[in-house]
């Protein structure tokens, strides 16, 4: 089969990209690199949006990523090495301005770190449907996560399922949980989630109030990256219930009480991560079509509401490190 040949929107030749580096603790700064040209299997895209992953690099940011993980926790278009410096992120959304035909002009999502113009594999690239903003396909990546969360727990229909957790990840779990016919879904968070809950068709609550649903959940995922938010999800859970743990530490110890009924329950502890597709799914789902399902279900309005925060890009080295740790920041996006 003859490849198709790349073609340009432009007809300019960009020689040099810009990309936000993690130079040291909490401090970013923009740098200038050579772009050089896409080859035969390479897009150039110009970004529009990217999506900032507020725990993960966070803790990337503050140099909490462990050595026993710098190969693991790589970004897949990553430059530079852990604890620093390192060019991340994972969620760009852009427009194809050289690369296959059928390609130009239309936007994609990538797993690429925050730069406003990059070179890709045209096999990572996501197209985007028509309908579906770029903005908010920069929630593309934490989709996936909470996709493939949702497959790793068995979740299924009428299930009384609690979320502890109310960030951008915990959130996309409790939208998707909502979508099983009959789920029961519970938002647990210290900050008033009542109206986005609500609009997914869940309730919102209080940790303090949560102990009402103790031993009554058929399912939890607890993404707040707080020890006390998975000591509550253990509390939480039934009798031979589920509790998915989706929030990742870093290098911080997890202190938690296995004793008590904690056994005697045989309560079930797993984590989910976004790196495997679950075994019963693998030899069907490729990453590339588990990527094209989370894009497809962002086909909606109302996921909107968790971008509370946008920054001009040129911005982010000044702002962003603060907005990593403003409680009222569910995502925030750069725009370019």
Known sequence: MTKEPHASLTGRTHKTATGLWVKSVR??????????????DQALIRTLYSGVSRGTERLVLNGQVPPSEYQRMRAPLQRGDFPFPVLYGYACTGVVEEGPHHMLGHNVF???P????????????AALPAS?????GTLAANMETALNALWDSGASAGDRIVVIGGGLVGLL???LACRLPGAEVVVVDPLDRTAIARSFGARWMPPEQAASLAGTADLVFHTSANPAGLSLGLDLAGDEAKVVEMSWYGQKAVPLALGESFHARRLHLISAQVGRIPPNRAPRWTYQRRMAKAVELLDDA??????THELAFADAPAKLPDLMTAEAVIATVLSY
């Open 114 to 125: 925050h730069q406003d113009r990059f070179i890709a594999p045209v096999a990572m690239l």
């Open 110 to 112: 990538c797993l690429h």
């Open 302 to 307: 109302r996921l909107d509401a968790l971008i």
């Open 173 to 175: 779990v409790c939208y």
């Open 132 to 136: 579906l903003p770029a903005r908010r």
């Open 27 to 40: 401090q970013y700064e923009l740098q200038n690199a050579p772009l050089g040209q896409p080859e035969a």
